[in-house]
């Protein structure tokens, strides 16, 4: 790699407090590099210490791309970066996603999009999937909105666009698949009608932008220099292709990850990203930091024994100088509800002597296991906060707030503007609403242009004409100001003009309290923005409300994570990624729970889950609670468990001689062979209805099964306990 003489002085060099190997990988260009970094080993550090080495020696930080993987970390990393290298203005630091965006937005013509589109959350997406199945006659399918919206993110994280995803479809002859394609042409259609791009197009969309205009690629391929990026094993195939094809002619590229981490197949990574770089490189270098500055020896030992029964992985042991510390602790609980009280106890225990609550954090495998927990902190009167639930821009009256920003700054942003037509009430009904989308259809116009033309709309009563020039007149009026006014003035003003503010003040006369609780969100919204503006004079940008739109659709719940408060954290494992406790119980270690659907699981399926556990592990800086319970109600009715194998394989389950005979009983189950008798019977369940058994795992007492019913629902049963009847 080129590279101007490196700044090496003993001054730069101290202020960088790197240990050998982080200096090796900081110091190292003159190939493509992949620095294996595991849990606590100050891969951050070596990053922004490489980046800023760059700056420092001459580099224009303009040219320097780093992609991570939050907002939350892309801001540490700038702030890290600017602390030691003062001429890092300009430096290009985001999420795959924001890049996209950035992209899209100064090539929106290029890339066949209109100016000022809107990204599509999640919801969204699922509202536009549901309006396809209703069009195309598919109403029984629009219950499978969040299945639908699925398959075609990871279509799009494959690169694989409605065309070619139902060609592929019909070669196959898979109804259920072409129906899926179907589903996802007048998506897309959808889509580009409304001018909006969900998270998927982010990336595919760029991606093609510069794969396909050759003047764009040579720009861009030119333009950045130098390309880093971090948790690379948690790219999907078109965030490695957007990598690949950027730093193909300079090879000026460094990724750092674990494969040990790579804990989200569910969502599109691709773990080979990461094994195979040296294959997609042939020049590269590996640089493993081993050195954990995070936990202690013995969380540290437990961790290496789990992983190391993974085969898909590079090898690394971790290791620490921290010393040995507290043995881990295996807590035995008779259920859930006892589970959760020993949480409480612990979370006492920790403050009585001199912690604080937000020391301590509990982690778990599903959402649903949060409600026990939630209940004895609360019946024990400990402070909480839950990560994952319902977050403030995704509280109802914000969603509503928000529509109105988006269809004032983007008219043909349908989703939005079916959300607050009618809010406050303007007489315009399903019915009504209904005529206007078949106009808008007939004549391939936009909705909101459809309500331009509402006087030509045959079969809507004046009532509806009336509050259809009332809504557009709303955004008619201030459309101008889009430009002129702040953000937050912007906001306030349409609060008041829509009559939003005043809908919700009225609706104190049925409930004081609720109306109090959303106006306050309103009044914090307005705050928000006002932070916004603040931060963005703060870096020389020019607050606008489309930036803060941009800003907030592609937060994620981390980003929003508090640090340093009085309160016990709750939250899943795929959360906990990046973060660090003091203490940290890790709950529900049961077969069947975690590994989840262990009997259904494949080598791939196991492996992902024994990384969840390595990440929950390894969050753990001095303290690590294991706990499982003995029984589990499920729907109402109660099982009893087995201790999940990780607790073997990490090697903490203490058993004494006498127990042996227990111990073995309890891993033979885990590798049963698979019985027959059961596998293909065509079975009824209470709840589910009808379906067929598609596998069997284990023996006698310990045999569970997996049904597929008829209405796509997959569920895996231990057969002695299970309501189902065979036939």
Not at 431 to 442: C, H, N, P, Q, V
Request: net charge neutral; glycine share 6%.
């Amino acid at each position: 790699m080129s590279l101007p003489e490196l700044n090496l002085n003993k001054e730069a060099l101290s202020k960088l407090g790197l240990n050998d190997k982080q200096f090796e990988a900081a110091v190292y260009f003159d190939s493509p590099l992949l620095i294996l970094a595991g849990a606590g080993t100050g891969k951050t550090k070596t990053l922004t210490a490489k980046i800023a080495l760059m700056i420092n020696s001459g580099v224009s930080a303009s040219r320097i791309l780093a992609i991570t993987f939050t907002n939350k970390a892309a801001g540490e990393m700038r702030q890290r970066i600017a602390a030691i290298a003062p001429q890092s203005h300009g430096l290009w630091v985001y999420t795959f996603h924001a890049f996209g965006a950035r992209i899209l937005r100064q090539h929106w013509q290029k890339a066949g999009l209109k100016k000022d589109f809107t990204i599509y959350d999640e919801e969204d997406q699922k509202k536009l999937i549901k309006n396809a199945c209703e069009e195309l006659g598919l109403e029984k399918e629009s219950s499978k909105a969040p299945i639908y919206a699925s398959l075609i993110s990871r279509a799009k994280d494959d690169m694989l666009d409605a065309q070619s995803y139902l060609l592929h479809a019909r070669v196959s002859n898979d109804s259920n698949r072409i129906r899926a394609g179907q589903v996802y042409m007048l998506y897309e259609q959808k889509l580009a009608e409304a001018n909006a791009v969900d998270f998927g197009d982010l990336i595919m969309k760029t991606v093609k932008l510069i794969r396909d205009d050759q003047d764009l690629c040579a720009y861009y391929k030119e333009y950045f220099r130098y390309i880093l990026v971090d948790e690379y094993q948690d790219t999907n195939r078109a965030q490695y292709f957007l990598v690949k094809l950027l730093s193909q002619d300079h090879h000026n590229i460094c990724v750092v990850g674990d494969p040990d981490q790579s804990i989200y197949s569910w969502r599109g990574a691709d773990i080979r990203n990461i094994l195979d770089f040296e294959k997609d490189f042939k020049d590269a270098r590996t640089i493993i930091l081993e050195q954990n500055y995070r936990s202690t020896s013995s969380i540290l030992d437990a961790a290496n024994k789990l992983i190391s029964h993974n085969k898909g992985r590079k090898e690394k042991n971790l290791w620490t100088a921290n010393g040995a510390g507290e043995k881990i602790t295996l807590l035995e609980c008779l259920n859930e509800t006892d589970e959760a009280a020993v949480a409480a106890q612990k979370a006492a225990a920790l403050k009585r002597q001199g912690a604080s609550y937000g020391d301590f954090a509990v982690f778990y495998r599903t959402n649903a296991q949060s409600r026990n927990f939630e209940e004895a902190f609360r019946r024990n009167k400990i402070p909480y906060k839950l990560i994952g639930s319902v977050r403030f821009y995704e509280r109802r009256e914000i969603k509503d707030a928000i529509a109105y920003l988006r269809v004032l700054v983007n008219p043909s942003d349908s989703v939005s503007l079916e959300r607050i037509i009618n809010l406050p009430a303007r007489g315009i009904g399903p019915k009504a609403l209904e005529t206007i989308k078949a106009y808008a259809s007939r004549r391939g116009l936009p909705m909101y242009e459809a309500l331009l033309a509402a006087d030509d709309i045959e079969n809507l009563a004046p009532s509806v004409r009336k509050g259809i020039r009332d809504f557009v007149k709303i955004f008619e009026d201030l459309k101008n100001d889009i430009f002129g006014d702040e953000p937050h003035y912007l906001l306030e003003k349409l609060l008041a003009k829509s009559g939003y503010w005043q809908m919700t003040e009225d609706s104190a006369e049925k409930d004081p309290q609720e109306a109090l609780n959303r106006l306050g969100n309103l009044q914090e919204l307005v705050n928000a923005v006002k932070d916004f503006e603040e931060n963005c004079k703060k870096r020389g940008e020019a607050p606008s409300i489309q930036r803060y739109l941009e800003e907030i659709t592609l937060q994620s719940e981390v980003d929003n994570l508090k640090e340093n408060s009085d309160a016990v954290t709750l939250m899943t494992l795929h959360l906990a990624k990046g973060l660090e406790f003091p203490c940290v119980m890790l709950t529900g270690l049961e077969e069947g729970l975690f590994p989840i659907n262990a009997a259904a699981c494949d080598q791939e399926d196991m492996e992902e889950e024994r990384r969840l556990m390595y990440v929950g592990m390894t969050r753990a800086k001095k303290k690590l609670y294991l706990s499982w319970a003995q029984t589990r109600r499920i729907f109402g009715k109660t099982y009893p468990n087995l201790m999940s194998r990780f607790v073997f394989e990490a090697k903490v389950a203490d058993f004494s001689k006498n127990k042996e005979p227990e111990k073995e009983k309890i891993l033979n189950a885990y590798e049963a062979p698979r019985p027959a008798a059961a596998n293909g019977r065509k079975v009824a369940h209470p709840l589910y209805g009808l379906g067929r058994i598609v596998q069997v795992t284990g023996t006698g007492e310990f045999t569970k099964v997996t049904v597929v019913f008829d209405n796509g629902v997959r569920q895996t049963f231990m057969l002695k306990f299970a309501p189902l009847e065979m036939f």
